[in-house]
């Protein structure tokens, strides 16, 4: 309970911070401006990556502090590792990422700056031939806002270190977007679309030495039939972390 609190407050404080680049004003409905505000060229100047080459972003503001980061491709599979750096050797929090189809499930996720100059590198890990396009920002306070509305949403899940939990959804679900924090211990966890039994899409891998700093936060696009979340605590069984899934 206290917890949940600290991290709202810490939402809330941190949406305080930003500053309003260009006005947020959006004419279409409200389920196409969720996957609009998630369009590369609405986040930022987008970046084409090769394989096995990364591009670098600057936060210097520690005024500012959530980072928006949107991945896809022409449809072809992207794998990718997104790195948040403190200073010249420090990465606090480390995702990997992987979609089956970049242009259908491309990768939306979240990353804190703790508040401090940060920089994040997104590496392409995939092959030589599967170029990505890749764009970073920071958030814009409505993208802030839903994350923090997902908190209070609903009560979330313990999941203690090794433990599994699924939620299905069904076809009118477009979106489900996730939040996994812990008490300010190590978060090391998967989370996976699936559609149909263990037909993964869609994986992002998370590990961070403080998951209430950094929370794992992500947004599946989820066309279609028969889609399953499931979130893994990796972690050893005293590292518990808490999960929250909802419809966008
Ligand atoms: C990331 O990209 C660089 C090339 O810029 C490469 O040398 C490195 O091995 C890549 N992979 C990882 C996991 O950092």
């Given at each position: 309970m206290k917890f949940t609190a600290t991290l709202i407050a810490l939402c809330a404080a941190s949406a305080n911070g930003f500053s309003i680049?260009?006005?947020?004003?959006?004419?279409?409905?409200v389920l196409n401006a969720v996957a609009t505000e998630w369009d590369l060229a609405d986040i930022g100047r987008s970046v084409r990556i090769e394989g096995s080459s990364r591009e670098h972003w600057e936060?210097?503001?520690?005024?500012q502090e959530i980072v928006q980061v949107g991945v896809d491709s022409n449809g072809r599979p992207v794998e990718t590792l997104i790195e948040l750096w403190i200073?010249?050797?420090?990465?606090p929090m480390k995702v990997k990422a992987y979609t089956e189809d970049g242009m259908m499930r491309p990768i939306q996720t979240l990353i804190g700056t703790?508040?401090?100059?940060a920089a994040i590198d997104v590496n392409?890990?995939?092959?030589?031939?599967f170029p990505l396009n890749a764009a970073a920002a920071y958030a814009k306070p409505s993208m802030v806002q839903q994350r923090a509305d997902l908190l209070t949403a609903n009560a979330g899940r313990y999941i203690e270190g090794g433990a599994v939990h699924s939620v299905n959804f069904d076809a009118s679900v477009e979106q489900v977007q996730v939040c996994l924090y812990t008490d300010t211990r190590q978060l090391n966890a998967q989370v996976e679309l699936l559609n149909?039994?263990?037909?993964?899409k869609q994986k992002f891998e998370v590990f961070t030495n403080n998951g209430l700093l950094n929370s794992l936060y992500v947004v599946f696009n989820s066309p279609g039939a028969g889609n399953v979340v499931r979130v893994t605590?990796?972690?050893?069984?005293e590292f518990p972390c808490k999960a929250f899934i909802a419809s966008v």
């Open positions: 680049n260009k006005p947020a004003v959006k004419t279409t409905t936060f210097p503001d520690p005024n200073g010249p050797d420090w990465t703790r508040n401090k100059a392409n890990t995939g092959p030589g031939d149909g039994p263990n037909n993964f605590n990796l972690a050893p069984l």
